[in-house]
Nanobody, 122 residues
């Protein structure tokens, strides 16, 4: 059974940085796509960034391109989201997700982490 455990959220001032981690277990992740989604109060959940585990190809939402970087560590079965130049509008619960790369990209992954809160103060 696939399990995803996020860590690294917290409170940071605007302009600061955070790194989220997602430790994955229970699957053969070389066949998976991984993604970071976020959901702010009153807003729909959105895909922030995704990575194809085997090829390393990535996707970023326009709102975070150039500020966020998704990466993976094969040995640790861990995916990271490095977030720089954070803005108050980045405040949300961030979720790690996994499934086929297509399902992650269209926003319908089958496996989700519990979420971690990111709050950016102005």
């Amino acid at each position: 059974q696939v399990q995803l455990v996020e860590s690294g959220g917290g409170l940071v001032q605007a302009g600061g940085s955070l790194r989220l981690s997602c430790a994955a277990s229970g699957g053969t992740f070389s066949n998976y796509g991984m993604g970071w989604f976020r959901q702010a109060p009153g807003s729909e959940r959105e895909l922030v960034a995704s990575i194809n585990w085997s090829s390393g190809s990535t996707y970023y939402a326009f709102s975070v391109k150039g500020r966020f970087t998704i990466s993976r560590d094969n040995a640790k079965n861990t995916v990271y989201l490095q977030m720089n130049s954070l803005k108050p509008e980045d405040t949300a619960v961030y979720y790690c997700a996994a499934d086929s790369y297509i399902k992650v990209r269209i926003g319908s992954p089958g496996y989700w982490g519990q979420g971690t809160q990111v709050t950016v103060s102005s």
